[in-house]
């Protein structure tokens, strides 16, 4: 069965940078679209970005366009989600989703 395992956050002070990583199996990850996907305390499931199985064509909510970008590396079945520039109002809890399968997510908080 399709198998997402989220790592890489933590805390981090604004304008600081982490990288995100989702370990997949279940699936045939080269030929599959991804999203990352991040809920806010309090509030509801946000998508973030997206990349479609060549990889050339991410797509980002305008909050992080710029700021964030999405990858895959089809050898290692991994998709990842770099972040720069981090501010107080990217804390979430970051999930990478494929055709409505999830992780258990990763903690991303931004705090001075």
């Known amino acids: 069965q399709v198998q997402l395992v989220e790592s890489g956050g933590g805390l981090v002070r604004p304008g600081g940078s982490l990288r995100l990583s989702c370990a997949t199996s279940?699936?045939?990850?080269?030929?599959?679209?991804m999203t990352w996907l991040r809920q806010a305390p309090g509030k509801g499931l946000e998508w973030v970005a997206h990349?479609?199985?060549?990889?050339?064509?991410?797509q980002y909510i305008d909050s992080v366009n710029g700021r964030f970008t999405i990858s895959k590396d089809n050898a290692k079945n991994t998709l990842y989600l770099q972040m720069n520039s981090l501010k107080p109002e990217d804390t979430a809890v970051y999930y990478c989703?494929?055709?409505?399968?999830r992780g258990q997510g990763t903690q991303v908080t931004v705090s001075s």
């Open positions: 989703d494929y055709e409505s399968a």
């Open positions: 990349i479609d199985s060549t990889g050339r064509r991410p």
């Open positions: 279940g699936f045939t990850f080269s030929s599959g679209p």
